[in-house]
T-cell receptor
């Protein structure tokens, strides 16, 4: 398996623009997670899905952030409008999560810079 | 809210020395504890997962212990190698993981 795939790997945009990050989880994994990593705050869970349904979005920082999972093989994280403080590395992870005893498999991340 | 702390923040050792990385958490009612490795510019790779009913897990040169009563976990890496240089993160939880800030390890050849 190719692992979790994220695109783009790098994104540079200007403040106010819409940013869309994409993720393809590992086939057969029921859970999908979006994380954000910054030097100041470390690694934070933003939202996670089970069987394409959002379960917990309490980590989403503001209404400017939204996430969707239209099918089992694709998810997006959208920021509209983007701000410089959104600059971070965004990770997607997936897991089979049988009884919560499985680990999470992380993608390589998308490095976002908002100017 | 679960708080996870990792000490030290950075560690530099000569090749062959054993590594000891520490992780502490505030809420002892944890589900799982995991150790991850992160290489620069890369995602996280799971190293070991300790279920709440377990006391330790081992994989090759890696051994992780868990003491829920004291809120601590320790990752031991035996006979360190330059390829072990990376950031090691501790995470606590089941579906929602709370991460520590990590310990950045440098193994000098």
């Amino acid at each position: 398996d190719a692992g979790v795939i994220q695109s783009p790997r790098h994104e540079v945009t200007e403040m106010g623009q819409e940013v869309t990050l994409r993720c393809k989880p590992i086939s057969g994994h029921d859970y999908l997670f979006w994380y954000r990593q910054t030097m100041m705050r470390g690694l934070e869970l933003l939202i996670y899905f089970n069987n394409n349904v959002p379960i917990d979005d309490s980590g989403m920082p503001e209404d400017r952030f939204s996430a969707k999972m239209p099918n089992a093989s694709f998810s997006t994280l959208k920021i509209q409008p983007s701000e410089p403080r959104d600059s971070a590395v965004y990770f997607c992870a997936s897991s089979p999560m049988a009884n919560g005893q499985e680990t999470q498999y992380f993608g390589p991340g998308t490095r976002l810079l908002v100017l | 809210k679960q708080e996870v702390t990792q000490i030290p923040a950075a560690l530099s050792v000569p090749e062959g020395e054993n590594l000891v990385l520490n992780c502490s958490f505030t809420d002892s009612a944890i589900y799982n504890l995991q150790w991850f490795r992160q290489d620069p510019g890369k995602g996280l790779t799971s190293l070991l997962l300790i279920q709440s009913s377990q006391r330790e897990q081992t994989s090759g040169r890696l051994n992780a212990s868990l003491d829920k009563s004291s809120g601590r976990s320790t990752l031991y890496i035996a006979a360190s190698q330059p390829g072990d240089s990376a950031t090691y993160l501790c995470a606590v939880g089941d579906y929602k993981l709370s991460f520590g800030a990590g310990t950045t390890v440098t193994v000098r050849a």
